[in-house]
Each structure stands twice: as C-alpha cells, then as structure tokens.
C-alpha cells in the first residue's frame, strides 16, 4: 500500500483531545488506503519543562543525559498516539528511536540521521498494521547512547521516514494553514500559496517563516519528498494547506513567490579599514568564532589615506549585517582583533534600528527586471536603501526598520502577490 | 572495588533539591570506597500523571504502549541523577533498561526480570566510572519491546541488580527510617529494629507494612542479598536504618521481632454449608476467579442436619476473610454459585468490622507458648478472638476493629518489644 508520512508539532498534540483530533486525521487517510508513518513532537511544553531541570541541574551538562532525559517527551506522545489510534480500531503500535532503530551520527544535542532500518516496520506493515508512530526529533548513536536531532527535529524525523519509505507525501501538520506569499499579521493581503519550490521554501525559512526548519526541507530536497504544510485544527482534504515540491510541478509564472522580512537586524561598518589581500577573512574569522551570524555584507571600493608617517594606503569600508541580539559579541571580537594588530580600522559604526526585506521566486532565474522593479516600488514610498544583497532567487535589502511593514506591503502590491496564481 | 546498590524511591527523588539530597548520600558513599549503581524511581506524581493519560485514552489499554509510555519517568530521573552526579564531580552516567539491558518476560505491566547483562557496566566501571544509575521498574521483552515490572519494582531492580553484581549490599531509600517493631502511629513505643530476617520480613510486608514489596524481598532471600531500609530525608551512615538479612547474621534473641495490624477486614461465613470432598474448591475457586484474596480460612468441624426430605447430611460452618472492599465481590460469587448448583449454603453472615494483628518472629520456631501468651495477653484486655490462623513465624487473630489499637499495645508490651535487643 502507498505510505505516508504525517507529522504533528507539539502545539498539535498538547493535550489528550487535541492528540485525538490529530489521530482523526490518521484515521481518514488510513480509510483513504495509505499506510501511515506517524511522527510525533513532545506535548507542548514539555520538552521546556525537561530541558529547564537539565539547566537548573547542569549549566554545562553532558549532552548524553540531556538527549536521554529531553527524549523522554516525545516517547510519552507516541504512546499515547499509539493508544489512541487502537481505541479507534486502527492498527497501530508505537516506536523509539532504538527501537526502529534511526541511525545518527553521535553529536549530541544535534545529530544527524545516518540511516533508518526499514525492517522492523516493513515487517509490521506486511502483517496487516496500518500505523507505525515514531517518537520524533531522536536516534541511537553507534555507541548506543540516545542522541536528539535538535530544535525542530520531528520535522527532519518526518523527511527522513518519507525518504526512506518512498513515501508518496510527508504531511506536516502544524498551527498554520500553509505558506503564504508573506506574514499575514503585516499585510491583510497575504494570500496561501496552493505550491511552493524547495528552493522558494529554503530561502523563506531561512528568512524567518518558521513554518519549516531549515534542514527538514534541504533533506526534502535533496530526496525529492514532497512536503505539504497544513493546519491540525482545522478540516483538511487532499488539497489543503501548501505542497512544497520540486519546481517541475509548479505551472504558476509568478516571478516572485513571497515576501519575507526580518525585523531585528543590525547594520555594523568598520569605518576606514586596511584594504589588503586576505583582510575578509581578518575580520570574517574572529566573528565567526565568536557565534556571530553575519549575513549580508558589502565592501565599498578601495580609496587611497594617508598613514601615519608611513605613507599612504589602501583603505575601504566594510558593511555587514547580523542579528540585533550579536551585536556586542560582534564589537568585542572585533576590538580583539584591533588590539592584537590583526586589522586596523578608524571606527566601529553601529545601526541597530535596521530591518531585512526580501522577495523571493525561482521566476527571477528567468526574468530580469526584478531588481529594478523593487527598488523602484521602495522608491516610490520613500523608503531608503542601506544595504542590498541577491542570490539567485532572491534579493534582500535592508531598511529602516520604521518603514518594513510599509515596504513589505508595497512589494507585495507591486509583485502581484494578492492575485490567485 | 565492592560494589553497593542505593536504591532512591519517588519521594526521595520528588524534585531537583531532593535529587540533589540523594545524590550526596551516592557521592558520600563513593568516598568510603564504593562503585554504587544506583537506581532510581520516577519524580513522585510523574508516574500517576503518566498513567492517568493511558487511562483516559485508552481503558483497555494495550500493555506494551502503557510501558513504553509509563517508563518514561524513570528515564528523566535516571539521566537528571547522573547530571547531578557529574556536577559534584563524581564520574557518572545513566542507563535504560533496554540499554543494559535487563532482560524480563513478555507480561507487560508485570513482567520479571530474567537476567541482567553485566558486561556494559563492568566496562565502565573498569574504566574508571564510579557510579552507574539505573531506570527502575523497567526491561527488555524478548520482543524488543519495554517492559515495567508493576508496582514497586524499582525494589525489584535494585534486589536484582545487587544480585547480578554480588553487590555487598542494597540499601533503600525512603521515606521512613527502618523496619519498626509495631506502627508507631498507633504504639508509641514502637523501636526501630536494627536487624530482622528475610522471613520476618515477608511476613511483615505481606501483613500492611508498606515499606519494602514482597517481591524484592523474596528476591533478596533468594540471592541472599542483604537489604538495607534507610531515610534519604536524615543524615545516615553505616549504622542507620534496619538491616534485612539472613537469620545466621541476627543474634538477638527475641521470640518476636514484631506486631502487624491490618485495619479494614471483613469475616464472612456460609453457615450450614454441606460439607463433602471438593466443598472447599467449589467456594474458594469461584472467590479467586472474582479476584478476592482470602486470607483466613477456618472451617467447623461436621455435624449432621436434617434435610428436606433428603435424610440426614453432613453439614459444616466455613468462616474466611478478605479486605472489606471485596465484600461485595465475594457476596456476588458465591450467591452465583449457590444458583448454579455447585455449592449449597442457608445464610452468609458478613461482618465487616474487624481488624487483623499479627505477631512474627523466627524466634517462634524453637519457642513454645508464643500463642498461649498472645491469647492471654487479649484476654488480659479483654479482646475477644473470633479467627485465628497460624504459620511457622506468625500467629494472626481476627478481633473486633474497635480493639485493633489496644491490641497491638498489648501485644508490643507482652513479648517486650519496647525493651532494646
């Protein structure tokens, strides 16, 4: 029989009715012929509540009993998922990350999945089982430790399974309906997207649409597993929510798919910095060390200064982007880096009241113009530009963050985004 | 280095603080020269919690899911220990049950453990490791499943691991200080015993005294494990608590160790039943199929009633006890088998208002006159006897309930049990 994966967050099994609703909608797929591989979160806030005894207990713990106590949570839902399930006379049974067993690599705390043994469930399938309910967001080390995959792991559990089983779907069932063309709580046109590319959806995530982790969509792309986003509190059918899928299924010609913001930016400047061979990776490397997630970053052009007393040099000024929250780390690796003579520059110059605003679309591969459209429908609203960076389906420009929710709103506009495909 | 087993009860191990309380009684004995595996129960409440959740999702649950959910608790507890542990400095780490693993039998919910493997934890303690701790009450089903062992089987790893690892002792923690010579709520002059027999023991724990299961006690005997029973809220050392042993190592010479009360008893006779070969198996079998534990059975000697129209046959009185909430059940099983024609009886008279006590000690073996001494020491006080029934170790009476507190006073006071050994 087909497989399908469906997968549901922590908000989606917080408590025993809604862990019923979810195994409703088990329940009608199962009725619908498919096999299901269900892959559960913890109940909400229980993984808050373990991991707050671990920190109280051991501000530097072991990341082998974090994994082993944080993991306890989800094994508690699959349980009850199981149960549930067989109340409503669905075949069903329950499996550990050790139990399947779901391969991982030993990082604790962040482990990737190696592999995932098909037999044990394959086994179970053929004997007449409907339901398979995996804990998410864990595995088994090769040293046969407990090891957990990190924030937002049951979705990469969930990928994992659908690429393994040759799933025909992995549905991700969450508190939102779908992926729109950008934040609903800024522009009331915002509207669902039926479709979106892997590479559309990878740009927005890791733009700040927390809708889908990084990494699970990656893996979905790399494998091909079509995902579909879609609410677990609301009726749903075959065509609900937003599939995201590789973009040979995707008809629509939009050029822009969305519009995506993030509103807590810093712009930093290292004002009159030597210009030498190797000086990005002078100043690059000590920031990266220090944890801070530099973004966007523009390098003015060269300029000749006058020493002191050692004739004149090559200078330039350096722009880099970063969260608002880094930006002291930012300064202090910097300042180090001054101190022990590994750059020099005049001054460190800091906006920390700056916002991100991209628009992003596998259209634009084919479609020039893009560029010149947007900044001509910021320019049209006053918004200044600071700073602009593309790739090659997206492009991103930082503003002052008083005017993001403006300049979302007027991209959106000028990008056709509140039309039906 | 010997090895010792602590063994931490969900009050001991009810929060962080009390966690960290136990941990230092674990490091303390780490100092003395020890590798200790300790074991410990779930954080008092998270089992109840855990288990009201099967219940409510499922009242016939599937076994296999409620372990697999119902361990969890262990888990958190077990890992949280090992933190803790570390962050005192002594090298530690948790292990699950299937992670041992501790092999058990298929019966879920109830399952006993078969073996434990040794060689993961000799391992580590060869390379150094001072402290194992071990998730009680849970296994390993030949299936590959988890298993609980029911009720107070965290007593049950503790004694089975102290016996896989010749461990020179298995000391349980809990919520009182020792085994006592009678309840101190209702004698004030109810002593601590230093010492006491495994047999004394199971008489005790068999009789109300909740502080160790029968199980781990029958376990212990077996192995020849020596128990200890200690408070994990005071401040102990070698000396503290009682010590269950082996009755070589007890010199005292006491005829009874102890007086055991159970409050809530029911006395329940069929009068006028016949009396015939196989009588007692058609009232007794029915009572246990319905699940009523008799306790006292006491059957009058025959005499001869005149039938109707039958002539004469030989009739008796059958008196028996249970626990007063299976009055009912017992009432319904053997009206039912009256109706059937399997046994024939003219009244059931019930009386659900007395008490069990009990005197135990090993010293009755080799000792005359135990029970003319109890006897006259109710009499003394006026209490009427209305069951009695005997074992090698034990003399048990049926008394009216009113008379329960006076009784055992009487009793302590007699065989001199406020006097030290």
Redesign the interface.
Known sequence: MPILVMKFGGTSVAD?TR?RAAAEKVRAEVARGHDVIVIVSAMAGRTNE?VG??N???PL??A???D??VS??E??T???M???L??MDVPA??W?G??VPIHTTSAHGAARIEGIDRAALDAKFAEGFRVAVIAGFQGLSPE???TTLGRGGSDTTAVAFAAAFDAIRCDIYTDVDGIYTTDPRISAKARKLARISFEEMLELASLGAKVLQTRSVELAMRYKVRLRVLSSFEETDETSGTLVCDEDEIMESKVVSGVAHSRDEAKLTLVTVEDRPGIAAAIFGPLAEAGVNVDMIVQNISEQAQGDGEGPREVTDMTFSCPTDQVARARKALEAAQERGDIRFDSLEVDTEVSKVSVVGIGMRSHAGVAARMFAALAAEGVNIKVIATSEIKISVLIDRKYMELAVQALHDAFGLDKAD
Request: aromatic share 12%; hydrophobic share 40%; net charge negative.
């Open positions: 025993l862990i373990l005894w671990v109280e207990t051991s713990y072991d082998r009993e974090y082993a106590v306890s949570g094994n508690v699959a349980g009850l199981a149960l549930t067989q109340e049974r329950s550990q050790w139990q046969g430790r407990i």
